[in-house]
T-cell receptor, first 116, second 111 residues
Framework: DTGVSQNPRHKITKRGQNVTFRCDPI?????LYWYRQTLGQGPEFLTY????????KSRLLSDRFSAERPKGSFSTLEIQRTEQGDSAMYLC??????????????FGPGTRLTVL | GENVEQHPSTLSVQEGDSAVIKCTYS??????FPWYKQELGKRPQLIID?????GEKKDQRIAVTLNKTAKHFSLHITETQPEDSAVYFC??????????FGKGTTLSVSS
């Protein structure tokens, strides 16, 4: 499968615990995006990377959230001290941007987080 | 920042009928407008997109129109089939930036 992959697919945790999710983008894609989706809503942007550089963070991304893409390939999203309001589907997407051409973002299957 | 409004939130049609979903955006700098289909429990999948230098694009039963002056764009599905039943999201962005999504339209096609 050469698409975007995410692990784990499901995560159940207790309030206050830390969790980390991983995203592996399509191999030649230089941009990687994180979104959060709650039931009945569209995906909401969290942050995105160009190679290893984090270019933008949403206001939704509180200090408890941190994302990395250390070698410009896979990315991790960590949530510290989880709260029940963090329960959502976390989606990763990747795209290839070159020469100013508008990219097409391809999504992974998501990680569903449940905070008890 | 960009804001995308989508309507209707639900749409029920008979098999073979057409379905139209409309979106408006606020940022005149947006130049890319994709549509995603999301089935229950699955990832959003791109079904069609349009860029700001084009007014209409068609792919088999699916078409998208863009009116830059009015800042709205629409998805048209003709000859609907039960497998078209899903949630459809419109989105908008400037080249390479984060997508801003609408709240989605749940399309139900009954046979």
């Amino acid at each position: 499968d050469t698409g975007v992959s995410q692990n784990p697919r499901h995560k159940i945790t207790k309030r206050g615990q830390n969790v980390t999710f991983r995203c592996d983008p399509i191999s030649e894609h230089n941009r990687l995006y994180w979104y959060r989706q709650t039931l009945g809503q569209g995906p909401e942007f969290l942050t995105y990377f160009q190679n290893e550089a984090q270019l933008e963070k949403s206001r939704l991304l509180s200090d408890r959230f941190s994302a990395e893409r250390p070698k410009g390939s896979f990315s991790t999203l960590e949530i510290q001290r989880t709260e029940q309001g963090d329960s959502a589907m976390y989606l990763c997407a990747s795209s290839e941007v070159s020469g100013g051409k508008t990219d097409t973002q391809y999504f992974g299957p998501g990680t569903r987080l449940t905070v008890l | 920042g960009e804001n995308v409004e989508q309507h209707p939130s639900t749409l029920s049609v008979q098999e073979g009928d057409s379905a139209v979903i409309k979106c408006t955006y606020s940022d005149s700098a947006s130049n890319y407008f994709p549509w995603y289909k999301q089935e229950l429990g699955k990832r959003p999948q791109l079904i069609i997109d349009i860029r700001s230098n084009v007014g209409e694009k068609k792919d088999q039963r699916i078409a998208v129109t863009l009116n830059k002056t009015a800042k709205h764009f629409s998805l048209h599905i003709t000859e609907t089939q039960p497998e078209d039943s899903a949630v459809y999201f419109c989105a908008a962005n400037q080249a390479g930036t984060a997508l801003i999504f609408g709240k989605g339209t749940t399309l139900s096609v009954s046979s």
